[in-house]
């Protein structure tokens, strides 16, 4: 009871100060920041090869790894941090057709509102995405039925048996039970200690004159995407 009380005296006298609205809107280099850990070979591939999580992530991740390796699981980061510029290239080229979704040009879809809807499936907007934070990683492959059967399947039910146990969750569940915004994600994994602090930053210090600076961005506040997409998540 003196330490709950002694807690609760510290957080009154000494409250944490917010996070940076920059950093929460990933208008930042994690390479030049010393909060940041890169990523090699040995945990990495693709384009989360030389890439960069929090290092108090990394390090959850790392222990996650090694205990599902112990069982004959195998846990690779397949995307990690991305920031602000690293979004809008993603965003902007399936908003102009560079890059197809589904097999469709975008640009054929003359609804703003529907376009921005459709990439919004996967992908977030600049400014939006959890991946700015360094807390959240995708693992395996970006496909949920390879999390469906045969490895991918094992890879699953051990990450939904053990994450929560290394402060690891999934955000993006089914959304049958009512969760709003982004498709169920299998391989999409978030170091909550971290995370769940930024979220509640985030609500409290971003608007929507804030979500600007690529194509489409006109659109987030008809889509909500403060509301139904950065906080549709199911673990807090």
Excluded at 9 to 16: D, E, G, S, V
Excluded at 79 to 87: I, K
Excluded at 208 to 234: H, M, P
């Amino acid at each position: 009871m003196k330490y709950i009380f002694g807690f609760f005296i510290l957080t009154f006298l000494f409250p944490q100060t917010p996070t940076d609205k920059n950093y929460l809107l990933g208008r930042f280099s994690p390479a030049t920041d010393s909060k940041f850990t890169q990523l090699t070979a040995a945990h990495a591939k693709g384009s989360a090869l030389n890439g960069y999580l929090r290092t108090e992530t990394f390090t959850a991740f790392q222990k996650m790894s090694a205990a599902a390796k112990a069982e004959g699981v195998t846990l690779t980061i397949i995307s990690a941090t991305r920031n602000f510029d690293s979004q809008k290239g993603i965003w902007e080229n399936k908003w102009t057709g560079k890059t197809k979704v589904s097999g469709k040009d975008l640009t054929t879809v003359a609804d703003l509102n529907e376009r921005a809807r459709i990439i919004l499936l996967y992908s977030s907007m600049p400014g939006t995405s959890r991946h700015h934070w360094g807390t959240d990683m995708d693992l395996n492959s970006l496909d949920n039925s390879y999390f469906e059967a045969g490895d991918g399947l094992k890879v699953y039910q051990w990450l939904t048996a053990h994450a929560s146990e290394y402060g690891f969750c999934q955000p993006y569940t089914s959304k049958a039970g009512g969760r709003t915004g982004y498709e169920e994600e299998k391989w999409h994994w978030s170091y909550l200690p971290l995370s769940k602090v930024f979220l509640e930053d985030y609500k409290k210090q971003v608007r929507y004159e804030d979500i600007k600076d690529f194509l489409g961005s006109n659109t987030s506040t008809s889509l909500q995407v403060i509301d139904k997409y950065v906080d549709g998540v199911a673990c807090r």
